[in-house]
């Protein structure tokens, strides 16, 4: 069977939203959608103005609810809306946690919460609609909240509705399609007080972005970094509440298998300080299966992955193991295990980590507290508690769960301003997300026409990209070399002399090299470019010798300004020489420091060429053994004391 095409954002929308797929194919009014998969959805059809809602009660069907279209007057003209109707006493009905009296209306809007006899719906209005989403149009971004991996998550508000909202969004390969389409399936059809909902999403060219309701109070981990840890009567709430959600993921077949403090989101907290908190990212759930042993992927993270991660396996009790690292973390603001920061991978993070509860029995908390955080956190998963037995245990058999239904967060709204205003001051701290080893404008200054019609600035480092620029970043700040360092120009030869046409528009505070002419000497005391036959004077590499420790890399690189050419706008070159480790003492060649045996030296090797019309130098990392020079000498003054003896 082909593989099924997904490039069409129409198809891509039909075959990854049950909301799309209706508009599709059979277009109908709206539709309640329902959060378990033993109930149907209730499809308002456009050629009704009435839908019965029938469920089971007391043993037979009967009729529940009905749902009616009525007209309404407004000062903008009439409009239609949708109401409902509560039929029988036996079955109780809410809208938005809002009680429905027997033989009472209440109005329902678009993404309103309904529950009919304990089962939980969503209103979507279908009118007017596209055929797949629009894009982000509809929203303002404000600032940036964070990132991980491929992924990137901002803080926006609602063009329609003024709501401050989160979005995620998720870079798009040729073969992400299927798993991103079965995210925005599996997410929209998550209905839960406890789960974060999909409000909505959309595809564009290289992303496909998903938008949530915004946490008032950020992730469960920030909370509790800020505000510190909770005591048992705060904590109980959270970890019945994170349990709840679940519970409902295990119930419709699904594994979390990401749980930890980062991915429980805090919407709400009262008068006393109980918290409101959802369950948030399924980017990694996987379906349940028959067997509960079976081998997966190694995922998840080190500091909350249960033991049995390290074998592939995975299954319910697993995730109760990350309950039970954020019931440890909220009563003691400590995570369960200690990872080497050193180490890169998962599978050398999960082998090299460090348990850091000594004796649980010795905790100071209650002993019903203590008889819970060992259940969830046994070693052995097929001796660890189920989450069904956590909930139903002392510590958490008596706890009273805060109302869910939260309303919606607006953008004016002084939390949302102020979280706005504490991540774009972050943002603006940090530095670019490239790393880069560019140097400060202080040390190389290319032509002042040059800067403004590049439009170049220095870079700072920033974020690393992979492990080699971790090291190198790590080695840079341990060794204090990210202030700026004084220039140290290096001078051309003079016989490797740049032949093109003289600059102009020269800046006067730029930094000179030696050329071979008569106008040397005067245009270095001046400051500025010399000329020798019609050429100008070209800005030669600048080199740093960063002194790295013992193992640490370094990387030299060399920034080459090319000449203005008569016919082009000139931009400057970046050569990289390659990446050399250090020797056992640590220092490098031209630091004015002794070379370290066994080091290498790296010598710049610049001849000119021509380009495109423009004269540039060229820097070429030219790699000498140390062992081999002395390996050569020793061979010659052996040689030599044989000769004398002869």
């Known amino acids: 069977m082909a593989p099924l095409d997904l490039g069409s954002k129409a198809r891509f929308a039909r075959h990854a939203s049950i909301k799309y797929q209706l508009r599709q194919t059979v277009d109908p009014h709206g539709f309640l959608q329902s959060s378990v998969k033993a109930k149907e959805h209730v499809v308002l059809h456009k050629s009704k103005r009435e839908w019965p809602v029938y469920d089971t009660v007391q043993g037979r069907d009967m009729l529940v609810a009905k749902l009616t279209k009525v007209s309404v007057r407004t000062e903008q003209g009439a409009k239609e809306e949708l109401q409902i109707s509560r039929e029988t006493e036996a079955c109780a009905v809410y809208v938005d946690g809002a009680e429905v009296a027997h033989h009472c209306v209440h109005t329902v809007i678009p993404d309103a919460s309904v529950r009919i006899n304990n089962v939980d719906y969503i209103y979507h209005c279908l009118k007017n609609i596209p ?3 629009p894009g982000l149009e509809g929203y303002n971004v404000r600032t940036e909240i964070g990132k991980g991996g491929e992924a990137v998550v901002m803080l926006a508000s609602c063009n329609a509705t003024g709501r401050a909202v989160a979005i995620k969004g ?28 999909l409000m909505d999403w959309c595809r564009e060219a290289s992303h496909v972005y998903f938008v949530s309701p915004l946490a008032r109070f950020g992730s469960l981990h920030d909370y509790v970094e800020q505000e510190g840890k909770l005591s048992e009567d705060l904590a109980q709430p959270v970890i019945a509440q994170v349990i709840e959600g679940l519970l409902y993921l295990h119930g419709e077949g699904f594994l979390h298998a990401d749980v930890k403090p980062d991915n429980v989101l805090v919407f709400d907290k009262d008068r006393r300080g109980v918290l409101t908190v959802k369950m948030s990212d399924f980017g990694l759930t996987i379906p349940t299966d028959k ?93 660890r ?7 139903d245990a002392r510590w958490l058999r ?22 706005a205003a504490k991540y774009q001051e972050k943002n603006d701290r940090r530095p670019s997300e490239r790393i880069t080893f560019a140097y400060e404008e202080s040390q190389v200054r290319p032509p002042a026409d040059l800067r403004q019609q590049t439009n170049a600035q220095p870079e700072d480092h920033g974020e690393p990209r992979n492990s080699y620029e ?36 020269a800046n006067p505070d730029a930094i000179p090299t030696r050329t071979a002419g008569r106008n040397q000497d005067a245009a270095a005391a001046k400051d500025e470019p010399a000329e020798v ?30 000449s203005q050419s008569a016919s082009g706008i000139p931009t400057p070159q970046l050569a990289r020489a390659r990446p050399r480790r250090a020797g056992p003492s640590g220092p490098s060649p031209g630091s004015g420091r002794p070379v370290p045996r066994r080091s290498k030296r790296i010598r710049q090797k610049v001849a000119p060429f021509n ?28 040689e030599s004391k044989k000769r004398k003896t002869e």
């Open 533 to 562: 036959d019609g050429a100008a004077t070209c800005y030669r590499p600048m080199v740093l010798d960063p002194i790295p420790e013992e193992g640490s890399l370094v990387e030299v690189e060399a920034m080459l300004v090319e």
């Open 385 to 391: 508690w189920s989450l069904r037995k956590a909930r």
């Open 470 to 505: 971790r090291r190198v970043l790590a080695s840079l700040r341990r060794q204090a070399l990210l202030d700026p360092r004084p220039a140290r120009p290096q001078e051309c030869p003079p016989t490797e002399v740049c032949s093109q046409q003289p600059l102009t528009n």
């Open 170 to 197: 998720v870079r798009l390969h040729i073969g992400s399609f299927h798993k991103l389409k079965d995210d925005i399936r599996r997410w929209e059809g998550f209905i839960h007080p406890n789960l974060a909902r």
């Open 611 to 638: 380009t495109g019309g423009a004269t540039v130098l060229e820097a070429d990392g030219v790699e000498m053994e140390d062992g081999q020079k002395r390996k050569r000498e020793s061979a010659r003054l052996k």
């Open 131 to 133: 055929e797949y989403p």
């Open 291 to 383: 067997d509960p042993d079976r081998i997966i992927g190694m995922g998840g993270t080190a500091n909350w992955a249960p033991p049995e991660v390290k074998r592939g396996m995975y299954n319910e009790r697993s995730d109760a193991y990350g309950v039970g690292g954020i019931m440890f973390f909220v009563l003691f603001r400590k995570m369960v295990f200690h990872i080497n920061p050193t180490l890169l991978t998962l599978e050398a993070r999960l082998a090299g980590r460090r348990f850091q509860i000594e004796d649980i029995s010795t905790l100071p908390v209650t002993a019903e507290a203590r008889e819970t955080l060992g259940g969830l956190l046994e070693n052995d998963h097929g001796q």
């Open 398 to 419: 008596t706890c009273v769960l805060p109302p869910a239904n939260v309303g919606p967060l607006p953008f004016s709204n002084a939390l949302s301003q102020e979280m």
